[in-house]
Every structure is written in C-alpha cells, then in structure tokens.
C-alpha cells in the first residue's frame, strides 16, 4: 500500500468514526425522549443508531460517557462559535449569542435535564472553565460563580419555556454576570 493510500484510508476510517459517534449521539437523544436513561440497554442504543456494539465499545466506556461527549461537544461548539467568556471585555453580543445557540440546542438539552444530568452538565461546564491550571485561587471560585449562574439560567429559561427574548434575558446575564468573567 502507497503511502498516499494509507493516508486516504486513515482519513476515511476517520470520518467514519465521527459518523458512527454522531449516529450514537443522535440514537440517545431520541431514546431519552422515549423512555428513561436508565432503561436504555446499548444493544438498543446501537440498533437505533445502526451500528454494531463493537462500534459502540471502541468508542465509548458507557452510555454516560457517550452522554458527556455529547455535553463536552455541545459546549465546545459553542465556545469555538461564540469564544470564551473570560477575555477582556465580554459584551451583551456575546449573551446574545450564548442564548441563542442554547435556544437552538433546546430540544437537546432539555431531554439532558429532564434524563436528571443537570448536575452532570453543569460539572461538565465547571471542567470547561477551570481547564487552565495556572489560574489563582480567586480566578477560579469567580468562573465558577459565573458557571452556576449561566446553566442555572439556562437550565431554568429552557425548562419555563423560553419565555423571555433573548434580548432580554441575554442582558440581564451580561448586567449580572459579566462582573465575574473579568
């Protein structure tokens, strides 16, 4: 085998992963909205999904970890869309944003909370923003006092329907949060 094919080949089991992995991700999301987590086995999780256990297996530990992947990415794409939070100036266009994308992930995040991972998704957002080890004492009880504030917010704007604009809601965060992303 040629050195270019190799390449190719590695490229395509790649994508195939990734393909495998969003399938996966997608089949829990639905099957949560049909039944309880618990009761969820992974040979179902697979079937919906369309791929094999052994796929499953080289993939993830458990259907929690497969459930945390999918929080870790939700909130990474939107970090990379919208950035940090924690820079020199957050401005009210960057709320905006973050509800925005929340509101577009509503249908997910909500079977999330309703599946009792409220506590997972905020842990997961607290490993997001503590990830830099060399932050003092006080930077990181600041992240996390905004952590709280922002899923706590999410979460209960999700679960009451989404009723303020965006707008709004967005500035009431910037007005009352942005004290601790400095």
Same mark, same amino acid.
């Given at each position: @085998?040629? &050195?270019?094919?190799?390449?190719?080949?590695?490229?395509?089991?790649?994508?195939?992963?990734?393909?495998?992995? =969003?399938? *996966?991700?997608?089949? *829990?999301?639905? *099957?949560?909205?049909?039944?309880?987590?618990?009761?969820?086995?992974?040979?179902?999780?697979?079937?919906?999904?369309?791929?094999?256990?052994?796929?499953?297996?080289?993939?993830?530990?458990? +259907?929690?970890?497969?459930?945390? =992947?999918?929080?870790?990415?939700?909130?990474? +794409?939107?970090?990379?869309?919208?950035?940090?939070?924690?820079?020199?100036?957050?401005?009210?266009?960057?709320?905006?944003?973050?509800?925005? !994308?929340? &509101?577009?992930?509503?249908?997910?995040?909500? !079977?999330?909370? &309703?599946?009792?991972? &409220?506590y997972e998704y905020l842990s997961i957002i607290n490993?997001?923003?503590?990830?830099?080890?060399? *932050?003092?004492?006080?930077?990181?009880? @600041?992240?996390?006092?905004?952590a709280g504030g922002i899923v706590n917010t999410i979460?209960?704007?999700? =679960?009451?329907? @989404?009723?303020?604009?965006?707008?709004?809601?967005?500035?009431?965060?910037?007005?009352?949060?942005?004290?601790?992303? +400095?």
């Open positions: @085998m040629t &050195k270019n094919n190799s390449r190719e080949l590695t490229k395509h089991n790649a994508h195939l992963n990734k393909v495998v992995c =969003e399938s *996966l991700q997608e089949a *829990l999301i639905i *099957l949560m909205n049909q039944k309880e987590f618990s009761e969820i086995s992974i040979s179902e999780l697979c079937k919906k999904a369309g791929v094999s256990r052994m796929a499953f297996y080289n993939n993830y530990n458990s +259907k929690e970890d497969l459930l945390r =992947e999918n929080i870790v990415q939700q909130s990474d +794409k939107v970090l990379d869309f919208i950035g940090s939070p924690f820079r020199e100036k957050t401005n009210i266009e960057w709320y905006q944003q973050m509800f925005t !994308t929340a &509101k577009e992930a509503a249908f997910e995040l909500t !079977t999330i909370f &309703k599946a009792g991972f &409220k490993n997001i923003v503590l990830h830099n080890d060399s *932050l003092s004492s006080d930077k990181r009880y @600041m992240r996390l006092m905004w979460i209960y704007w999700i =679960e009451s329907g @989404m009723k303020e604009p965006i707008n709004e809601i967005a500035t009431f965060c910037y007005n009352n949060l942005s004290v601790w992303t +400095k």
